[in-house]
């Protein structure tokens, strides 16, 4: 069973500001409602929650229309945090968490040893239990957020609404809220829709998401579905390079637009780099700013650093992606090795596919060009080709390439 939201249509006044919203949540999912100002997002929770009324359409809870539930029996079913959580009297933590059982208790009936039971275990779930007998106007913004959320858990709902819940909070206390909405959804089971603002955020926690744009649902579906350059650029209006992160294979969104340092006086040496999966990207960025006319090479088409080098308008040779370098390539890379006053190795790891670009190092030593190393991560932890890297790359270094742990060391080295 699950929360349905069909075919909504919701206004103010005379102006609509949903338009057709229509999808379903179930028990055990986080769905996270993405897009820009104005896209409709607090309207969304505002109808789910009945501060609004639907114009068009139902929204259903487990088969059943919410707009005919009771107001204690919709409070026992919905709980909301909405985005403003200041409280201005000067009550205890535990006195507004235990506000949550309202729903749940009879007029003028006061709380029973089971209802502050229940507050206690939304307050541990919540990790405040150690601010219950703190004045809620003495708690910090992520600490008053915890409270205002164990507030919301201790109706015990099925459904819990958050309207943008780690705004104005440190980065602390956002991870902290995200990692307890995650749990709330995997151990307690509750259907959790969220406004959330930071995309990165959202594919890192959320199970769907939802792309508003002026009223309409965009786009629905996983993080790699909805987050999509074209997609953030049609609603945002924003220019994105859309990865996905190594270690936590979730994708993370950043802006494709490089700041525009104060550069130094243009110099006539070219510096070649041979880089790929992102360790070019910080130095190509230096050298540039420092003046320096810069090559690259080979690099996969969507990498990283070739990203970084179009943004650039650095020269560079490519390849396609997960294909290993060829001949063609290989000999343009060569042409850039030729013509640079220094070649940069960068700390890149090396696999069959990429052998040839510590090739190009050996030629360029050969050719009596400077040759620039990285040597920060160790070699043999950066070799996939049975030692048949790390032998050659030694090599490198006894036949005179200079060593560098960092991009200040290579400007020095090219100096």
Known sequence: MSLEIKDVDAHYGSTKILDSIDF?????????????????????????SRILKPKVG??????????????KEFSRNFAAVPQDTTINFDFSAL?????GRNPHLGRLELETEKDIEIARRSMELTNCWGLAERHITELSGGERQLVIIA??????PKVLLLDEPTSHLDIKYQIEIMELLKRLTTEEKLIVIAVIHDLNLAARYCDRLVLLHEGKIITLGTQTQVLTAENIKNTFG????????????QCYVSPSSVPSPLKHQAKNEVIHLICG?????????????NGYTVTAGVINLLD????????????????????????????????????????????????????????AAEVALKRK????????????????????????????KTKGALTVKNEEEVLKAIK
């Open 58 to 71: 139902t929204i259903l809870l487990e088969g059943r229309d919410v707009q005919g539930m009771k107001d």
């Open 369 to 396: 060009k400077a040759l620039v190393v990285f040597d920060t991560t160790n070699i043999e932890k950066r070799d996939f080709t049975n030692g048949e890297a790390a032998k050659r790359f030694i090599a490198l």
């Open 151 to 156: 507030r919301a858990l201790t109706q015990e």
């Open 95 to 99: 006195d507004i968490v235990l506000i």
């Open 24 to 48: 379903s949540a179930s028990h055990g999912e986080l769905m996270g409602i993405i897009g820009p100002n104005g896209s409709g997002k607090t309207t969304l929770l505002r109808t789910i």
């Open 277 to 289: 999966g992102g360790e070019g990207a910080s130095l190509m960025h230096v050298l540039a700013a």
């Open 304 to 359: 990283t650093d070739y990203e970084v080098a179009k943004l650039l308008n650095i020269p560079v040779v490519t390849e396609a992606p997960f294909s290993p370098i060829t001949q063609e390539a290989f000999q343009a890379h060569l042409a850039l090795v030729n013509k640079a006053n220094v070649v940069v190795l960068c700390n890149i790891p090396f696999g069959a596919g990429n052998l040839k670009n510590l090739e």
């Open 238 to 249: 924003a220019a994105v390079i859309v990865k996905k992160h190594v270690l936590t294979n």
